[in-house]
């Protein structure tokens, strides 16, 4: 299945899209939903110490880890990987959401964010964004939820997978 149809029409963004599914086949994506639900056990979701980097170091470059601030207004970033710095061309660690996503999408993307942090189910987003310099870069990112220490919903942790597209071409899923 083709991630996003797309051709010549397009000329900005498509997307993202977004559902909340447990139907994740990207392998990288796979090894982190897989260590996720390893760790979760029988609770509603695992705690953030209980998650292993080393023992999911290849997925550990394109992992964000963030805190949510007062139930979700906000998300602070804990772990940011070395991988998505590369892409974005960012270092976001220690910064809110608020003072490093542009404005325009911002909305959207916390909104996604609350539904991981409070959903049962894994958020699934993907789309094709438009950057300078590089042009169209296709994204997957998976969401899931993590606990405090004394149980409570307060951080998520994402993985996500970015490539460069060609707009002429169908792009082929990751």
């Given at each position: 299945m083709a991630m996003v149809s797309h051709g010549p029409h397009l000329n900005a963004v498509e997307g993202p899209f977004s559902e909340q599914t447990w139907d994740v086949t990207v392998p990288g994506l796979r090894q982190l939903l897989d260590h996720w639900l390893e760790k979760r056990g029988e609770r509603d979701c695992p705690r953030w110490r209980d998650i292993d980097l080393p023992a999911i170091y290849k997925c550990a470059p394109n992992i964000v880890v963030k805190d949510a601030v007062e139930g979700g207004r906000d998300f602070r970033v804990r772990f940011w990987g070395t991988a998505v710095t590369?892409?974005?061309r960012l270092d976001a660690t220690g910064k809110l959401?608020?003072?490093y996503f542009?404005?325009?999408g911002?909305?959207?993307i916390?909104?996604?964010h609350r539904e991981a942090l409070m959903g049962d189910t894994p958020l699934r987003r993907w789309g094709i964004s438009v950057y300078p310099d590089r042009g169209?870069?296709?994204f997957e990112t998976?969401?899931?939820p993590l606990a405090n220490d004394a149980g409570a919903r307060a951080h998520i942790i994402s993985m996500s997978l970015y490539r460069i597209v060609d707009p002429n071409s169908a792009a082929p899923a990751f």
């Open positions: 590369e892409w974005l959401l608020s003072e542009p404005a325009n911002r909305e959207q916390l909104k996604s169209y870069v296709a998976i969401t899931l």
